[in-house]
């Protein structure tokens, strides 16, 4: 399998355009997980899915991030507008079953100028 | 300028020698634990997990040791090699929390040759 794939791996935008991140997750695993990596605030959770529901977004800052996942095998996280502060690095990440291990894509390092 | 930013906690071992990473989690109920490994420029990467009802658990040069009476997680890496210097992170989860992972801050391990 080549594990959780991300596109794009680096994004370089300016402050008010419209970012779209791609994920697609391990074949067979039923949740998909964003995260948001900075150096001030560490590993944050965003939103994750379990069988392509939202079940948790209490992680998204605010209404201008928003995330799909029209079905199993792609999920998008949607910046519109952005905002330089939201320059960091975006994992996608999936896993099995609740409660098991997740596995992470290699990352979207965004920066908004 | 002065950076600002997540202090994290360093490590520093002579390579062959044994390493030991520490983790407070913070939730009692917690009851499946992870440790991660991410080297600079990549995503997360699971080493080994552990449930609540086991108080170790060991892998390939790995121990995992968990003490639920003080909530604490630790990570034993033997024969210590340049290729783990990484910053390490435990995650925990509480099945009554769906399956999200709560990541500690995460602690720098650097083996020196």
């Known amino acids: 399998d080549a594990g959780v794939i991300q596109s794009p791996r680096h994004e370089v935008t300016e402050m008010g355009q419209e970012v779209t991140l791609r994920c697609k997750p391990i074949s067979g695993h039923n949740s998909l997980f964003w995260y948001r990596q900075t150096m001030m605030r560490g590993l944050e959770l965003l939103i994750y899915?379990?069988?392509?529901?939202?079940?948790?977004d209490s992680g998204m800052p605010e209404d201008r991030f928003s995330a799909k996942m029209p079905n199993a095998s792609f999920s998008t996280l949607k910046i519109q507008p952005s905002e330089p502060r939201d320059s960091a690095v975006y994992f996608c990440?999936?896993?099995?079953?609740?409660?098991?291990?997740?596995?992470f894509g290699p990352g979207t390092r965004l920066t908004v100028t | 300028g002065e950076s600002v930013g997540l202090h994290l906690p360093t490590l520093s071992v002579q390579e062959g020698d044994n390493s030991i990473i520490n983790c407070a989690y913070s939730n009692s109920a917690s009851d499946y634990f992870i440790w991660y490994k991410q080297e600079s420029g990549k995503g997360p990467q699971f080493i080994i997990d552990i449930r609540s009802n086991m108080d170790k658990r060991q892998g390939q040069r790995v121990t995992v040791l968990l003490n639920k009476t003080v909530k604490h997680l630790s990570l034993q890496i033997a024969a210590t090699q340049p290729g783990d210097s990484a910053v390490y992170f435990c995650?925990?989860?509480?099945?009554?929390?769906?399956?999200?992972?709560?990541f500690g801050a995460g602690t720098i391990l650097r083996v020196k040759s």
């Open positions: 995650a925990e989860n509480w099945e009554g929390d769906g399956n999200k992972l709560v």
């Open positions: 990440a999936s896993s099995f079953l609740a409660g098991y291990e997740q596995y």
């Open positions: 899915f379990n069988n392509n529901v939202p079940i948790d």
